[in-house]
């Protein structure tokens, strides 16, 4: 499928932040999002790949947005926050937000949407409502989705084998896109955390153990027509 370049959104640092979006309009789109965290490489890189299959592959015909780097200057920096120290994914204007942060690496900014990123973010959202948003992290490899998504995260655990969890119970994400993008939009999202790199995690074993999943979510069309 076709996608074109939308205009760039801009980070802190002035650095170009792409945005695609496929040739097929529609009323909502899915998106795909990577490294809203900056040093997330492994989520990234999957970001990367499925851009990478959907531009090439003739299976696919759908409305999806993707922004595979959010964070760019994390990206380049090898930081979880972005340009002004500000964790991105703490910063979202959810009713949840509040200016404290139990650490120095979750600094929620100095007020809900700060941040340029997440101003670009929200502004394709509003251009392009999401109905679905995939967003690609790195921690322990875990499928956490909010709002109304189980049947993705199962359909991709029966292939990767990741635990699900519906909310981080003992981790509270005030002013995450998992709160906003429900809140917001009534999109459903699903923080799709991939395992770290390590003496037996590569970029390319994340990818593999993850592409056939990802792929049939896609040609099986279970990603536009999946059901609470
Ligand atoms: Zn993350």
Same mark, same amino acid.
């Given at each position: 499928m076709k996608f074109t370049e939308l205009p760039h959104g801009t980070s802190v640092k002035g650095e170009k932040i792409p945005a695609y979006k496929s040739e097929k309009s529609a009323d909502k789109y899915i998106y795909i999002l990577g490294? /809203?965290? &900056? @040093?997330e490489v492994e989520g990234a890189h999957l970001a990367l790949k499925l851009h990478e299959w959907l531009g090439e592959t003739n299976e696919v015909d759908m409305p999806i947005v993707i /922004?595979? /780097?959010?964070n760019v200057d994390g990206y380049k920096a090898g930081t979880?926050?972005? *340009?002004? &120290? /500000? @964790?991105l994914n703490r910063n979202?204007?959810?009713?949840?937000? $509040?200016?404290? #942060?139990?650490? #120095?690496?979750?600094?929620? *900014? $100095?007020?809900?949407?700060?941040?340029p990123e997440n101003k670009f973010l929200v502004e394709l959202f509003n251009k392009y409502p999401p109905k679905f948003i995939l967003s690609f992290h790195s921690w322990y490899p875990v499928i956490n989705y909010n709002g109304a998504c189980k049947e993705i995260a199962d359909f991709l655990a029966s292939y990767n084998k990741y635990p699900i969890e519906a909310d981080f119970l003992t981790h509270p994400t005030p002013g995450s896109l998992g709160e906003f993008g429900p809140q917001e939009f009534k999109s459903p999202v699903l923080t799709f955390e991939c395992p770290v790199l390590s003496d037996t995690v590569t970029l390319e074993s994340v990818w593999k153990e993850n592409e056939e999943g990802f792929k049939k979510l896609f040609t099986t069309k279970i990603i536009e027509t999946f059901k609470a």
């Amino acid at each position: 499928m076709k996608f074109t370049e939308l205009p760039h959104g801009t980070s802190v640092k002035g650095e170009k932040i792409p945005a695609y979006k496929s040739e097929k309009s529609a009323d909502k789109y899915i998106y795909i999002l990577g490294a /809203v965290h &900056g @040093d997330e490489v492994e989520g990234a890189h999957l970001a990367l790949k499925l851009h990478e299959w959907l531009g090439e592959t003739n299976e696919v015909d759908m409305p999806i947005v993707i /922004v595979p /780097v959010v964070n760019v200057d994390g990206y380049k920096a090898g930081t979880r926050v972005n *340009g002004n &120290g /500000v @964790d991105l994914n703490r910063n979202l204007p959810s009713a949840q937000w $509040t200016p404290e #942060a139990r650490e #120095a690496k979750y600094f929620p *900014g $100095t007020a809900p949407l700060s941040e340029p990123e997440n101003k670009f973010l929200v502004e394709l959202f509003n251009k392009y409502p999401p109905k679905f948003i995939l967003s690609f992290h790195s921690w322990y490899p875990v499928i956490n989705y909010n709002g109304a998504c189980k049947e993705i995260a199962d359909f991709l655990a029966s292939y990767n084998k990741y635990p699900i969890e519906a909310d981080f119970l003992t981790h509270p994400t005030p002013g995450s896109l998992g709160e906003f993008g429900p809140q917001e939009f009534k999109s459903p999202v699903l923080t799709f955390e991939c395992p770290v790199l390590s003496d037996t995690v590569t970029l390319e074993s994340v990818w593999k153990e993850n592409e056939e999943g990802f792929k049939k979510l896609f040609t099986t069309k279970i990603i536009e027509t999946f059901k609470a």
